[in-house]
Nanobody, 123 residues
């Protein structure tokens, strides 16, 4: 069974940084693209970033230049470094896995999802 577990969330002041970690386990494949989405209650899930097995990346417009996605294939782990955080970055952040890398913001290609982790940015 494919599992994704997020960690590293919490409360941070505006302008601060956080690094989220997502560990994949179970029937994993290093060829999976790994991505991050976020969601605020009452709103649609928003694409944040995705990285392919080879390191190709694609970012949502709202986080370009502020967030960095990376991965360590040997550890089946993906990271999201979030800098210059703003109150509007407050959301539940989800890790997701797709068989194919897409330069696309749609959640449809992602087959596996983590439970999500809260990130709160105070003003």
């Amino acid at each position: 069974q494919f599992q994704l577990v997020e960690s590293g969330g919490g409360l941070v002041q505006a302008g601060g940084s956080l690094r989220l970690t997502c560990a994949a386990s179970g029937r994993t494949s290093s060829n999976y693209a790994l991505g991050w989405f976020r969601q605020i209650p009452g709103k649609e899930r928003e694409f944040v970033a995705v990285i392919s097995w080879s390191g190709r990346t694609y970012y949502g417009d709202s986080v370009k230049g502020l967030f960095t996605i990376s991965r360590v294939n040997a550890k089946n782990t993906v990271y999201l470094q979030m800098n210059s955080l703003k109150p509007e970055d407050t959301a539940v952040y989800y890790c997701a896995a797709a068989r194919v890398f897409y330069s696309d913001s749609r959640p449809d290609p992602y087959e596996h999802w983590g439970q999500g982790i809260q990130v709160t940015v105070s003003s």
